[in-house]
């Protein structure tokens, strides 16, 4: 689910780990990695992006992958480019209006 969620194939992750396509595909089938290529694996998912989520977690739904911002993402944001409604970010209240 990771892999599909950054829009990597499994080749890409494979190079992008440094371990062979085979490792990645055992993986995705169920079966066990050594200790370290899983740890690889993980740390290369996280700083793509990727919270991965263990049976543990509280909230709704149970394990999975969440996709979050990578970690070497500027968190600059132009705000005139994510909003949709330009009206909006115009500040038209009367003076001492709540809100």
Request: a negative charge.
């Amino acid at each position: 689910m990771a892999r599909a969620a950054l829009g990597w194939s499994v080749a890409e992750l494979a190079s992008r780990a440094g371990m062979p396509a085979e490792s990645v595909e055992q993986l995705e089938r169920g079966n066990d990695l050594n200790f370290s290529e899983i740890g690889e694996l993980q740390l290369l998912l996280e700083a793509a992006g990727i919270t991965l989520i263990d049976g543990n977690y509280s909230g709704a739904g149970g394990p999975g992958v969440r996709l979050t911002q990578p970690t070497n993402a500027s968190i600059d944001v132009n705000v005139r480019q994510v909003v949709q409604y330009e009206e909006y970010l115009v500040n038209d209240a009367p003076p001492g209006a709540g809100g």
